[in-house]
């Protein structure tokens, strides 16, 4: 009789796991779209005219519709009364839609267009926006850049929707069963979305030995599209699904605003927020610049145009083994055999090496900047077990604003000295970037689990909306100041490679500083109140 029982597609292991798949490639793509710009910001400037300030102003105008028109609370309210799969296909749909206006605006075809003529004579004063100093463009800027970014504030509104639509999809499909193990999976695979980039973004700019930065933003198109197609495959599973189950569409509770004096009067909650937004500030916004601070640290020199590390397919092959190094990272956390779970770490830590060498011998800030996110996929499950299990959460958040520090005034001090030092550049290169990236994982894996310790249950939906408000503002408002700062403490330099990054570096690292402030903090409320912060979230 048991066997006779109908078993749903979320009984599956498979069908689950096909689920979680199709969203976390389609943030996946997003991520790679995200930055699809930030590897080739010199090519930006040499080509279309872009100095610092118009790159910043346009990467800062990604989460404009989200913070000023408050996008994000919208987004919240379709998911709550559309359902999971139609909030998926909608908001992939709106970043299709805003990565072919970005492409358009910085392709060949654009350029002596009317359409050019018209922005380049309007949209130069925005009234109230100027006068508060928020606007999202400014006389003078190019109308590429002004374009481009009308795009990417369209794709960052489908972008925000996608994120808070995918978490929701993974509570449905895993609730009573992996679900952290999930959640943290479409994380990783999200982040190596980052390195994919910074890979294969100045690899199309470059493609055939003629530049063309529209080839790029063309990949993420492409990706873009193919991450609609799995939303609307994942339409159609979860649609299955739901006929199996009887049940109608699981959805958030709605956003109210009667919730607001609730949260806002309560220092936990605070804490929380600020503690996201400085440290997202310092991470995000940097990503969007660290590989032109790479370029102007490091010495680099090409190598010889018939070698084999000049070749195209290098860029494939590091590929490769970048992947093989968060595979056999990320599995060798879930492995019980010592054999196979060391023999895993080992594969993984020995490709990383490969990796490092192949980047050395490219001489590519790109690709040495793309092994940010790989030690992240290896200790992420790690971290996660420990809070589970032996918490120490605001531990955690202190350690990684103290490395997050240190990482960024490593960039500010220490690097510069080694211009020159042609090897010794490259291993301190790699070895922040990587203990960063390690950073990335410990901060997040703390922060998100303390908010349901720190605000009434009844409360939770509102206030991760209101924070992840709050962290727009500083994802819109630092890569336009780390631009600004740029400009302001480079005058007159006009080669992209020569930026001095000294002043938005130790910026960030302020941002650090304050975190780690804020860490002490929380450290003392959760002492006094008996929040539990530091107790394990798994009770015996």
């Not at 590429?144 to 993974?170: D, H, L, N, P, Q």
């Not at 994942?234 to 299955?240: L, V």
């Amino acid at each position: 009789m048991t066997q006779a029982i109908q078993k749903t597609l979320r009984d599956s292991a498979g069908m689950r796991w096909t689920a979680l798949l199709l969203l976390a490639l389609a943030m996946f793509c997003a991520y790679i779209f995200m930055d699809i710009l930030s590897p080739i910001k010199d090519l930006m400037q040499e080509t279309r005219g872009w100095d610092s300030t118009a790159f910043g102003t346009m990467q800062g105008s990604e989460v404009f519709l989200n913070v000023f028109v408050f996008f994000l609370i919208f987004a919240g309210i379709i998911l709550d009364k559309m359902g999971v799969r139609f909030t998926a296909v909608l908001s992939a749909a709106v970043m299709v839609v805003g990565a072919c206006v970005k492409w358009y605006a910085v392709s060949e075809s654009f350029m002596g267009t009317g359409l050019e003529t018209w922005f380049n004579n309007h949209l130069n004063y925005i009234p109230v926006f100027d006068e508060l100093g928020v606007s999202p463009f400014y006389a003078g800027m190019p109308a590429s850049a002004k374009f481009a970014a009308c795009g990417f504030m369209i794709f960052g509104c489908g972008c925000e929707m996608a994120g808070i639509t995918v978490s929701r999809g993974i509570v449905k499909w895993f609730k009573g069963r992996e679900m952290a193990l999930a959640m943290g999976s479409e994380m990783a695979l999200a982040r190596l979305g980052v390195a994919t980039c910074m890979i294969f973004s100045p690899f199309f700019a470059r493609l055939g030995g003629e530049v063309s930065v529209s080839r790029s933003v063309a990949f993420g198109v492409v990706l873009m599209c193919i991450a609609l197609i799995m939303t609307i495959v994942y339409f159609f599973m979860d649609q299955k699904l739901d006929a199996q189950t009887g049940e109608a569409e699981e959805k958030d509770d709605p956003f109210k605003i009667s919730d607001l004096g609730k949260i806002l009067t309560d220092a936990g909650f605070w804490i929380v927020a600020l503690l996201c937004v400085l440290y997202y500030s310092a991470i995000f916004p940097f990503q969007k610049y660290a590989v032109n601070m790479l370029q102007c640290n490091l010495t680099l020199t090409a190598p010889d145009a018939n070698s084999f590390w000049a070749q195209p397919d290098v860029t494939i092959v590091q590929y490769i083994i970048m992947l093989i190094v968060a595979a056999a990272g990320f599995a060798s956390n879930f492995q019980k055999k010592a054999n196979l779970k060391y023999g895993l770490l080992a594969l993984s830590i020995l490709a990383l090496i490969t990796y490092c060498y192949m980047g050395f011998m490219r001489q590519s800030a790109e690709s040495i900047f793309a092994v940010f996110p790989l030690l992240a996929v290896l200790i992420t499950p790690i971290l996660g077990s420990y809070l589970d299990h032996h918490g120490k959460a605001a531990t955690m958040l202190v350690l990684g604003s103290i490395l997050l520090i240190a990482c960024h005034l490593t960039f500010a001090f220490v690097l510069p000295m080694f211009k020159g030092n042609a090897v010794g550049g490259i291993i301190i290169a790699y070895t922040t970037i990587l203990v960063l990236g390690a950073s990335f994982s410990l901060v997040p894996a703390s922060l998100w689990p303390s908010v349901p310790k720190l605000v009434d249950a009844k409360v939770i939906g509102s206030a991760y909306a209101l924070i992840f408000w709050i962290q727009n503002i500083g994802l819109w408002l630092f890569p336009l100041l780390i631009g600004k700062v740029l400009d302001q403490t480079n005058p007159g330099v006009t080669d992209p490679t020569q930026f001095d990054y000294t002043a938005p570096l130790v910026m960030l690292a302020s941002l650090g500083v304050a975190a780690l402030i804020l860490g002490f903090v929380l450290k003392v409320v959760d002492k006094k109140k008996g929040i539990g912060l530091e107790l394990p979230n798994i009770t015996e």
